[in-house]
């Protein structure tokens, strides 16, 4: 009878796993929530993350209007969408309920707001607005979702809570005035994380901070002819700062590697480690 009892859960936590993705079983065991997987370094990541095989719950905050993200997911049967405004705390709420007996390996909190593509944010022409809002997005709300999907997390077997930071957020290479709020939202966002880090370990969870830099996801580089590429690239290209299209699978195997004993260090997604 007991043997029964225990088939008997086991099928009702696959049978619930299986309407979370659309009836057919995840391909593999481990399992990723990605925020902020519509474009750019979340997209790369989910498409990585699904191609290794890895279960991919990737967010956004309009479905509908993450058009590359729903061809992703037509490719790829383990990669689920869901809806998630980092900053509405009901919306992470419900997502966190809705994955309560999901266990999460990885949990990459890579949506956030880059004031470098959506516009300058300089002394002397600060909107305080627009700071709070940048300050709530790149900081408190990433707390908020750590903190909610904490447990999911602790169940998972890599146990990991990745923050993607910027090198930009690092005090010791601050060399000019530019994008103060951006930079100073990514150095909060790393003292929030690696103190969250020291409460989590005790929970066996890792709380890693990385600097992705400013990936090629459109994989510019391989162009012979970079007439087409947009200035900002071209010239990140020319300045040979660029990361390659290959970094997000490189981060994907530093995360791999790092564990608990690597929560006091701030990574580049080469391995390097940054000056906090």
Do not use: C
């Amino acid at each position: 009878m007991a043997l029964v009892r225990t088939l008997t859960s086991m099928g009702i936590v696959l049978a619930a796993i299986g309407l979370v993705f659309g009836g057919s079983l995840p391909a593999h065991a481990d399992a990723v929530l990605i925020t902020g997987a519509s474009q750019g370094h979340g997209l790369a990541f989910a498409e990585d993350y699904a191609a290794r095989g890895w279960t991919v719950i990737a967010t956004a905050r309009d479905p509908s209007k993450a058009a590359d993200l729903q061809a992703l997911a037509k490719r790829f049967p383990n990669i689920a969408i869901e809806e998630l405004d980092i900053t509405d705390y009901a919306e992470v709420d419900a997502l966190a309920a809705k994955y309560k007996q999901t266990p999460i390996d990885v949990l990459n909190l890579n949506g956030a707001i880059n004031t470098f593509r959506f516009g300058p944010n300089r002394f002397g022409k600060i909107d305080y607005a627009w700071l709070d809002t940048i300050l709530k997005t790149n900081v408190t709300a990433q707390l908020y979702v750590a903190e909610a999907f904490l447990d999911s997390v602790a169940a998972g077997k890599q146990k990991k809570i990745v923050a993607m930071s910027a090198v930009g957020g690092s005090i010791g290479r601050v060399n000019s005035a530019m994008a103060p709020g951006y930079r100073a939202s990514k150095a909060a966002l790393n003292m929030l994380m690696r103190t969250f880090g020291e409460y989590a370990k005790d929970r066996g969870v890792a709380v890693l901070v990385i600097a992705p830099g400013t990936v090629d996801t459109q994989d510019y580089m391989s162009r012979k002819d970079l007439s087409g590429v947009p200035e900002r690239y071209r010239r990140q290209i020319e300045l040979g700062v660029l990361a390659p299209r290959s970094a997000i699978g490189a981060m994907i195997d530093l995360i791999d590697r790092l564990g608990v004993a690597d929560i006091d260090k701030f990574h580049q997604w080469d391995g390097q480690v940054l000056p906090w």
